[in-house]
């Protein structure tokens, strides 16, 4: 059994390594289903199909120190830039267990952290990547 506590996700564009991240949302794995119908009233066949991977959405709590210095550069790599999402799952001491699930794809989008002066709500920032081909 794993709580979702229980990941280390790691991130980099264009080979810098932005360590570890919060949160990941997305990157299901799922196919294009072809079936058919036989004549005769036969029992549908599934033919299977082309596999698709989700977007994938990293976010974590917006470090000025940290991420202060990268965020310019993030948003010049939006759209070009190589992202790398690296999941890997923790035992319940936080050492690593078994193989991570890696994906790779174009850096799409940069969100930066939401501002409300009547909030004292975490400022997070979020990137998501576009995968190209399956997860290793």
């Known amino acids: 059994m794993a709580r979702q506590d229980q990941n280390d996700v790691k991130v ?35 033919l299977g199909g082309s ?9 974590r709590l917006f470090d000025l120190d ?6 310019h550069w993030l948003i010049g790599r939006v759209g070009k830039g190589e992202m790398v999402v690296a999941i890997q799952p923790l035992d ?7 193989r991570s699930l890696t994906y790779s794809g174009k ?19 979020e990137l998501e990547c576009t995968p190209a081909g399956t997860v290793v």
């Open 12 to 46: 980099s564009v264009d080979g810098v390594d932005l360590g570890t991240w919060d949160k990941k949302t997305g990157g299901e794995i799922d196919s294009e289903e072809t079936t058919y119908k036989p004549g005769a009233m036969g029992a549908r066949i599934s």
């Open 51 to 59: 596999v698709n991977v989700g977007a994938v959405t990293v976010s």
């Open 66 to 71: 940290r991420d202060g210095t990268t965020m």
């Open 92 to 98: 319940v001491d936080g050492n690593a267990y078994g």
């Open 107 to 125: 850096l799409k989008q940069y969100n930066p952290y939401e501002v409300d002066s009547e909030s004292s709500d975490a400022a997070l920032i």
